[in-house]
């Protein structure tokens, strides 16, 4: 929820509709993408866990619900719902984990 990774969800929204601003985007974010799913599978290699594939998938959506979370909760301005949907999202993403265990 820092500042540059609200004002960088706002850049991602603005470039549905912006085609320069989302040709601008699709390097950076691919290569971001790449290197979550290249560590991804190093932790997953380096202890055990199983089912990397749908691990990456897992971690994509807990950055994109955290993304649209950052921009609602400024408009939103309610903390305790804000708090109560991380709580719901750090337990999701601890079952995710716990499942790929071996």
């Known amino acids: 929820n820092e500042a540059p990774a ?3 969800a706002v ?3 603005a470039a549905r509709w912006e085609t320069t601003l989302q ?3 699709k390097a950076p974010v691919r290569a971001v993408n790449e ?3 290249r560590e991804l599978h190093d932790i997953a290699q ?3 866990l199983t089912n990397v594939d749908r691990l990456i998938i897992e ?3 807990l950055i994109s619900a955290m993304q649209g979370l950052a921009v609602s909760s400024v408009l ?3 903390e305790n719902r804000t708090h109560a949907i991380q709580v719901a999202l750090a337990a999701h993403y601890r079952d ?3 499942a790929s265990l071996p």
């Open 6 to 8: 609200r004002a960088f």
């Open 11 to 13: 850049l991602q929204l």
């Open 23 to 25: 040709q601008g985007l």
């Open 35 to 37: 290197r979550i799913s």
């Open 46 to 48: 380096a202890t055990g």
């Open 59 to 61: 971690v994509g959506a």
């Open 76 to 78: 939103i301005e309610d």
């Open 96 to 98: 995710c984990l716990e």
